[in-house]
């Protein structure tokens, strides 16, 4: 029997194959081999991004797309923040920096920390990453192995998905249904909780629901957690784009600090997302292992930017209201626009730069029933990209994801198209 591995004397086992050219020749061809890690990341989340993608399709082609599937702050990063880099930049600020951070930026975010939590915080216990992604990929792959369980409520960021997917942990969602307003639920997470888990990752306040844990629910989710001997990483983007009440961090509220790790950032409130700056903070040997890891992936993040970070975090009480207010007079638009629109209903969230709009009555009567649906009709008739529930989690399927990251004039206009889509909808389906 012919070797499977050799043909007329090539051997393609190393990864190469064959094309004829003609009947006398035959060409050895490369053929590309990726690792686990890639190949999980290549599958992981093409759907989810579907519809947006099209949606920038049609807008490359010239169509009046609205887009309101974006979380990218439509804000200008402050003024004050840009001449402040321009300064560093024009003094050289532009050289290899400490694995960890820049002391300055290690300190500023520890004297915030220690001015709201009764737990002081040292610049020790802070490592700087190049934005919040790059700062919970480090964590969680200094924390878990290959298939390892974390435990993380859901409806959920849609940027967690690629990540444990590419680190190959195994993803244990906790429903917390749109009924009780994706309200954080301690007692389902302690439940799904189980021999195999390695972690709890919870985000809050939440993208995409705006839901907050109270600080009660911390403290107990955090003593938990260290009794079972078992991690627990808050994602705290939006710790400052909040509405009905302050943000309370993980670590003000827990009483113990050496199984909690808190990952914070500036791309949401200070409008500075392409600037990719996140930290994460947390105690005792984790702190070494994240900055050896820094050390190993990042090698340090630029010390411009760095330095203009400290600054920001230092003399930002007034651009962060500025944009916080803004964020709520949009989602008090969005609210009561869609609660005189037939057939829709949306959850009012307490923080964060997103509502979550209930399609279910009109997806159900008119789009197959399906969010995702919902979404593709919505861009093909009316031109506005909205982001599907399902893309978070089951508990969001029957929502779509509206963002208050768009002024109220392009906001009054894509409702405007959405009430048109419902109001058409339902005249055809009468
Ligand atoms: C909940 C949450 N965590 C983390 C991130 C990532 O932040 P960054 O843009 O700094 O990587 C986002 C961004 O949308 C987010 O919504």
């Not at 089951?394 to 959405?418: F, G, P």
Request: hydrophobic share 40%; glycine share 6%.
């Amino acid at each position: 029997m012919r070797n499977p591995r050799r043909y007329r004397g090539i051997d393609y086992s190393r990864g190469c194959y064959l094309r004829r050219i003609d009947n006398n020749r035959i060409e050895k061809m490369f053929s590309p081999r990726f690792s686990i890690q890639s190949e999980a990341l290549n599958r992981a989340d093409a759907d989810v991004w579907a519809v947006s993608d099209r949606a920038r399709e049609l807008a490359g082609k010239g169509e009046d797309v609205i887009f309101l599937c974006v979380g990218d702050p439509n804000f200008d990063t402050p003024e004050p923040i840009l001449d402040f880099a321009r300064a560093r930049l024009g003094v050289g600020r532009t050289h290899y920096s400490p694995a960890a951070g820049e002391p300055v930026l290690r300190r500023a975010i520890a004297d915030i920390e220690s001015k709201v939590s009764p737990h002081p915080c040292s610049p020790d216990d802070v490592v700087v990453f190049p934005g919040g992604t790059n700062a919970i990929y480090s964590v969680l792959a200094c924390l878990l192995n290959p298939g390892e369980e974390i435990v993380i409520p859901e409806p959920m960021y849609i940027g967690y998905v690629p990540i444990c997917d590419s680190l190959r942990l195994k993803v244990k969602p906790v429903p917390c249904p749109a009924e009780t307003h994706f309200a954080f639920d301690v007692e389902a997470i302690k439940r799904a909780i189980g021999e195999n888990t390695r972690a709890v990752m919870i985000n809050t306040p939440g993208n995409p629901t705006g839901a907050m844990a109270t600080p009660e629910q911390l403290r107990e989710l955090a003593a938990y957690c260290r009794a079972r001997n078992i991690w627990l990483v808050c994602d705290e983007m939006y710790s400052m784009i909040t509405f009905a009440r302050r943000h309370t961090s993980l670590r003000t509220a827990a009483e113990h600090l050496d199984n909690i790790v808190v990952i914070d950032g500036l791309s949401k409130s200070h409008a500075m997302s392409g600037w990719r700056l996140g930290w994460a903070v947390a105690r005792g040997p984790l702190v070494e292992r994240l900055a050896e890891f820094a050390g190993a992936t990042i090698f340090g993040c630029p010390q411009f930017i760095q330095e203009t970070a400290a600054f920001a975090l230092e003399f930002d009480t007034y651009f962060v209201k500025q944009m916080r207010d803004a964020y709520l007079v949009r989602r008090d638009l969005i609210v009561e626009r869609i609660g005189r629109m037939p057939g829709l209903s949306c959850t009012v969230p307490d923080a964060g730069m997103f509502v979550m709009m209930d399609v279910s009555r009109v997806a159900l009567s008119q789009n197959g029933g399906s969010s995702r649906a919902f979404a593709e009709s919505l861009l093909d008739a009316e031109r506005v990209s909205v982001l599907p529930g399902s893309a978070f989690g089951a508990s969001a399927k029957n929502h779509v994801r509206l963002t208050l990251a768009a002024d109220e004039a392009s906001l009054n206009r894509a409702l405007d198209r959405i009430e048109r889509f419902v109001a058409s909808g339902s005249r055809q389906a009468g």
